[in-house]
């Protein structure tokens, strides 16, 4: 199994079956903007709201694998019903037709799985199992939302995110030197300052700082410090809280949240 972040924007999804399986995998298609057709004759009152606000296309009826699956128009298909004859039939066709599919609850009809998700604005983390046990990755899901959340990574990304897209701005070169050194200093920032440093920078903050990184680091040729730190692995001495973190995330279960100690903060950019 090859995890991949795959962009379904505006790309014709075919969802049959209506049921909690097909509501589930029909909400997570609209968070990513996928242009939705629902083929089954009854379905939940979620999907019946989704249809009058007209968010997907419903096909009242049940499926016909000759009319629905006649042609490569879909980027994928899913199956989500009960009743495992259609099921496995629709996805020997849409195999013909070279369209991915996934067949709920029959993984041999799966060319692809559902995994476990956590979405913070443009944070996503998947957690799969490759099919060997789906309730775990619930539930370790459910522990690494915990301790995402206590991190602030969503303000942290929001910010980085601005920062990076000013600074390709005003370096904005393609060329690899140019490319190496904007390498450089985001790297330096997103590994010096802790989540809720990130997170709290203002947009003058930011300002500043790409005024003082550029001051700090004007050499167009990297220094062979810089570029070591953006190839070179962590220093396996330096402080790692995410391994122990995680762990006892994890084996928490249900229990009291971890705490979270402070990640250690050094002044940021360092000096090339
Ligand atoms: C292979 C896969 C194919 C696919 O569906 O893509 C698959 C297959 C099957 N699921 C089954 C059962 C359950 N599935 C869940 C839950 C989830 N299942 C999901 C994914 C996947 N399920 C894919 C692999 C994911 C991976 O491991 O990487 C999640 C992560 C995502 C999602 O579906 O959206 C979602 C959790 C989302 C969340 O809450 O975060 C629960 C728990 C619950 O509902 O609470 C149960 C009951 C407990 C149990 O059985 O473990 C059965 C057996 C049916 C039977 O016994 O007859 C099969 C078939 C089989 O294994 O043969
Ligand atoms: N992979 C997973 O995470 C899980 C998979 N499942 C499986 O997913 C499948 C669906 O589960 P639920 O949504 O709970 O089922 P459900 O019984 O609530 O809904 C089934 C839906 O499929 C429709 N349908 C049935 N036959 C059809 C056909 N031939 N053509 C078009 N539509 C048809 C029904 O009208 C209904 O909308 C089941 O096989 C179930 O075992 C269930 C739980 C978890």
Redo the contacts with the bound molecule.
């Keep these: 199994m090859l995890p991949i972040a795959y962009q379904l924007e505006h790309k014709p999804v075919l969802v049959v079956g209506g049921g909690d399986?097909g509501t589930?995998?029909v909400e997570?298609l609209l968070r990513v903007k996928a242009d939705i057709t629902l083929v089954c004759p009854d379905a939940t009152p979620e999907l019946e709201k989704l249809e009058r606000d007209k968010k997907l296309t419903w096909i009242r009826r049940r499926m016909d694998i000759e009319t629905d699956l006649q042609s490569q128009h879909w980027a994928m298909v899913l199956t989500a019903i009960d009743d495992r004859e259609t099921s496995i039939e629709a996805a020997k066709r849409a195999r013909e037709l070279r369209i991915p599919v996934?067949a709920?609850?029959?993984?041999e009809f799966?060319d692809f799985?559902?995994?476990?998700?956590i979405e913070r604005g443009p944070l996503q983390v998947m957690?799969?199992?490759?099919?060997?046990?789906?309730?775990l990755?619930?539930r370790i899901?459910m522990a690494l939302e915990n301790f995402i959340d206590e991190l602030e990574v969503e303000g942290a990304i929001t910010r980085v995110s601005k920062l990076r897209s000013q600074l390709r701005q005003k370096l904005s070169g393609q060329d690899r030197d140019t490319t190496k050194r904007r390498m450089a200093l985001m790297s330096d920032v997103c590994d010096e300052n802790s989540f809720a440093e990130l997170a709290a920078f203002s947009d003058e903050n930011i300002e500043e700082m790409i005024e003082n990184m550029l001051l700090e680091s004007d050499s167009p040729e990297p220094t062979p410090e810089t570029t070591e730190h953006v190839t070179s692995p962590p220093d396996p001495e330096g402080p790692q809280p995410w391994h122990s973190l995680v762990r006892e995330a994890i084996q928490c279960g249900n229990g009291p949240e971890p705490e979270v100690p402070p990640y250690p903060f050094k002044q940021a950019p360092r000096k090339s």
């Design positions: 399986v589930s995998r997570r996934n709920a609850d029959i993984p799966c799985y559902f995994g476990s998700t957690v799969s199992t490759g099919g060997a046990a789906p309730r990755a619930r899901r």
